[in-house]
């Protein structure tokens, strides 16, 4: 939330020294920011000067991002709640008809009067009083937020577990079932937020790694359906445990980043040499023909299809078990022909039918 408003130093007010600290200054420098841990007034001085912006953010705020960045960005100010509804959820009252609403942005200035108070004070109060001394305008909170869950003063362990699974919800990725791995993958990171995120992406990117080595594996043997069963398997894999990072990111407000343009790669590389081993050198242009047709025709379906059918040929998760079962009866070659002829067509029709136009 700090991030969103350009905050490039993140101080922690505390007297605890916590494993917990380390993971956050951790996150903090995937940001490219400072991360410091002070026990009063007094250290904050030195750590900002009088031209910088300082954010506050209250002990124990959850709130929701967009309405602080609608609200805070480009501008100083105070949020405030109306008195009562803003009291009774636990805010400060700062005046006769307002209540602190968890967050302002004042000038660094206000600091420097930290040197003269005293060593045990509660920091955040004084800065709040300097920051409304110091005429900061006083930005209004809708107090309907407070009922809806957006915004919360936690003092109870079961409001943090609703804000969690709130959070979670409007986190995780929607993906439709038109792209089945996917789906299927997004669901299993959702199903296993939050505790299971950090080690559950290792394994399922150990499954992954080990699923794809046993295609290798297979394919060498020549045990074709096991091959593309195991490649299926890995994929989905690597799918969740991309989905997993993905959630990961966006809880901790970061961009999550995607790997799927050089895995699909691979993939593609993958299937067009099992679809086609063992092949004789000399024979190899008519080995790969149909596997590399095939591959071809998906990636041209991908661009010319209509959304969602245009979804499905992405999933190679999907091909690999649909191929599985087709190797199974050794009809490789007409499935692949099939599917390439099914594309190319379809393909044509829906290139000509976005060509037609209206006069």
Known sequence: MAHDLG???????TDAKLEAFEELKDQIQQFGGEFHTISGPLPLVSLLSADQELMVIADGLIADRAQVAALLTGQRGVLVLPDAAGIEAGFERIDATHAWGGIFV????????????????????????????????????????????????????SKLAEREQSLL???????????????????IA?????????????????????????????????????????LALSILASETREGMLRLKSL??????????????????????GALSWPFIVAEAATELFLPVLAIGMLRLGERTWKAPLSRLLTDRGIFALFMAGISAFHLVDLGLGGISLVILALSLYFQRESQITEA
């Not at 905050?7 to 007010?13: H, V």
């Not at 559950?200 to 992954?208: D, K, P």
């Not at 809880?251 to 067009?272: C, E, M, N, Q, Y």
């Open 7 to 13: 905050c490039e130093r993140f101080i922690c007010l």
């Open 106 to 157: 004042a000038r660094g200035q206000i600091v420097e009067q930290l040197a003269h108070m005293p060593e045990d004070s509660d920091t955040v109060s004084l800065l709040l009083r300097l920051a409304l001394q110091s005429a900061v305008k006083l930005v209004p909170l809708d107090a309907s937020h407070l009922e809806t869950g957006e915004w919360l003063l936690l003092r109870e362990g």
């Open 169 to 187: 919800k409007s986190s995780a990725e929607r993906v439709s079932w038109w792209e089945p791995t996917r789906a299927m993958s997004r669901r």
């Open 190 to 230: 959702r199903f296993l937020a939050p505790d299971g995120l950090d080690h559950g992406s290792l394994i399922f990117g150990a499954l992954s790694a080990v699923s794809f080595a046993a295609a290798a594996v297979a394919t060498f043997f020549n045990v074709m359906p096991w091959a593309l069963l195991f």
């Open 251 to 272: 809880l901790r407000g970061a961009v999550p980043k995607s790997t799927r343009k050089w895995f699909g790669l691979l993939k593609d590389f993958f299937l067009i």
